[in-house]
Nanobody
Framework: QVQLVESGGGPVQAGGSLRLSCAAS????????MGWFRQGPGKEREFVAA????????NYTDSVKGRFTISRDYAKNTVYLQMNSLKPEDTGVYYC????????????WGQGTQVTVSS
C-alpha cells in the first residue's frame, strides 16, 4: 500500500555532509509519522529521527542533535535527513520508515541505504 525508496547514501569523510532522501508512493495520504533508523556493524537497529505531518517539532536521538535535520516535502511525498558534521560512529545502514494514522508502530520500511564515514 505504501512503498518507500531511499537514496543519497555513500562514503564520506568525517566532518562532511550527506543528505538522504526517502520517496513515498502508493497510499501516502495515510502517513502520519515518517522516521529514520540506522543499524551499525554488530549493533542493534536504533532510532535516529522522526517528524509528524504538519509538525514543526521533530525529535532526534541525543547523539545526532545539532548535527542532523529531518524534513518533509509534501508536494514530492519525500522525507529528507540532512546529516552534517558526520562522525565514524554514524556509519551504518539507514532505513526510512512510515507510520499510518491510528497506528502505534511503524508500518512500512524502505530497503536501506549504506552510509560509511571514514576518519
Amino acid at each position: 500500500q505504501v512503498q518507500l525508496v531511499e537514496s543519497g547514501g555513500g562514503p564520506v569523510q568525517a566532518g562532511g555532509s550527506l543528505r538522504l532522501s526517502c520517496a513515498a508512493s502508493g497510499r501516502t495520504f495515510n502517513i502520519n509519522v515518517m522516521g529514520w533508523f540506522r543499524q551499525g556493524p554488530g549493533k542493534e537497529r536504533e532510532f535516529v529521527a522522526a517528524i509528524r505531518r504538519s509538525s514543526s517539532t521533530p525529535n532526534y536521538t541525543d547523539s545526532v542533535k545539532g548535527r542532523f535535520t529531518i524534513s518533509r516535502d509534501y508536494a514530492k511525498n519525500t522525507v529528507y535527513l540532512q546529516m552534517n558534521s558526520l562522525k565514524p560512529e554514524d556509519t551504518g545502514v539507514y532505513y526510512c520508515a512510515a507510520q499510518i494514522y491510528a497506528s502505534t508502530k511503524y508500518d512500512y520500511w524502505g530497503q536501506g541505504t549504506q552510509v560509511t564515514v571514514s576518519s
